[in-house]
């Protein structure tokens, strides 16, 4: 009895211990089972942030996806724009350079007419001197005389055979008198017939030369007007190329550079602002300049010269052309004067105007610190 009660004592012992472990364990159990139902609740809450934040992200990249396009599109819009622009640009480009083209044709057209016109006004002057000395009528002149010198020279004789028949009683000699007397007569009448007819040659031949020189007068009129008209219509068509170009105009020109100054400068070598741009290097940074035209610091007098000298020309012609500079630039001194040129600018000009130059010019060169000036030129009617 006392070992099966032992047992049973050893039995509700263990059986006390696995109760206090399964409460034990319940108690971890539930403790883990509200941890789990905490971190599950986090868990959802997190989830219901995740989806929400993946509900605000998918809206934004449909949105951002939306702004994309928009972009691309107004893009495509833009470079077809941008194209289009260009290509217009082009074609006024082409349709410029045309209409120079065509003013130039036909202000060499009225040079040529103006050239020709002007030989003939020579050619016509000078065959109006001739016609003034005309060897024709001279010669007409003389053989009229003559011819009244002849007949005059008959009718003496006539009026002496006419004594000598009253004179003489003889049938021979009267017989021979009246014979000479008609024979006198026939050449008298000759002679007045061919007298007549010089007279109307000289008056036919005098007509004609008139209405020559009436005819030339009229057309070296004609002429003379024909070339005002040319130089009219050259100086508007002149005109017109200039005002294509700009009635107002920027020049750049770069001075020789000094030795320390050969990286300071540079020049587009592509697109549309060859001739036209120029960059500056300063403390290490790019200055990038645009003008009508730009002379590099290797451009001759010859070739700003070619630039300028129609719009000389427009101010020969009589129309209103202005220049300016900023003052203590070096353009005037190396623009006018130049460094190493046969001839300055206002030489070339004279020559222009058909003024003789001066006789002697003292060049000086540019010694100012900067190396580029800009001008302004203006020119209207």
Avoid at 111 to 136: H, I
Avoid at 252 to 279: D, F, H, T
Avoid at 325 to 345: E, F, R, Y
Wanted: with cysteine.
């Amino acid at each position: 009895m006392k070992g099966k009660t032992k047992e049973m004592k050893e039995y509700i012992n263990k059986l006390r211990a696995c109760v206090k472990w399964l409460l034990e364990r319940e108690d971890a159990t539930a403790a883990e089972t509200m941890k789990t139902c905490g971190l599950l609740e986090s868990s959802e809450k997190r989830h219901s942030e995740l989806v929400a934040g993946i509900d605000q992200l998918e809206n934004s990249i449909t949105e951002i996806k939306s702004k994309h396009e928009e972009l691309q599109q107004r893009l495509k819009t833009l470079e077809a724009e941008k194209m289009d622009a260009l290509r217009i640009l082009e074609d006024e480009k082409e349709a410029r350079v045309a209409v120079e083209k065509r003013l130039n044709d036909q202000i060499k057209m009225l040079e040529d007419t103006n050239r020709s016109l002007q030989e003939y006004n020579t050619s016509l002057q000078q065959y109006n001197c001739n016609l003034q000395a005309d060897t024709a009528k001279n010669s007409m002149v003389e053989t009229m005389n003559d011819l009244l010198k002849k007949v005059e020279s008959l009718r003496m004789e006539l009026q002496h055979a006419r004594e000598d028949r009253d004179s003489k009683s003889a049938q021979g000699t009267h017989s021979y008198h009246r014979e000479r007397l008609r024979t006198l007569e026939i050449k008298l009448a000759a002679a007045d017939a061919k007298l007549k007819l010089s007279d109307s040659m000289a008056s036919e031949t005098m007509s004609k030369l008139e209405n020559q020189l009436e005819s030339a007068l009229s057309r070296l009129q004609e002429a003379e007007q024909q070339i005002l008209d040319g130089e009219k219509l050259r100086k508007k068509l002149h005109n017109a190329i200039l005002e294509l170009k700009g009635n107002i105009r920027v020049f750049c020109r770069v001075r020789p550079l000094l030795s320390n100054e050969s990286g300071a400068v540079s020049y587009p070598k592509i697109g549309e602002n060859v001739e036209r741009g120029i960059e500056l290097m300063h403390n290490a940074q790019a200055y990038s300049f645009t003008f009508d035209k730009v002379f590099d610091h290797l451009a001759s007098q010859q070739d700003v010269f070619i630039e300028i000298s129609q719009l000389i020309q427009s101010a020969l012609d009589g129309y209103k052309v202005a220049a300016d500079t900023a003052p203590g630039l070096p353009l005037p001194t190396t623009t006018i004067s130049g460094v190493q040129a046969p001839k300055i600018w206002y030489h070339q000009s004279l020559e222009m105007s058909g003024d003789p130059p001066p006789a002697s010019t003292t060049p000086h060169a540019a010694t100012n610190s900067a190396p580029v000036a800009a001008a302004v030129i203006a020119s209207s009617a």
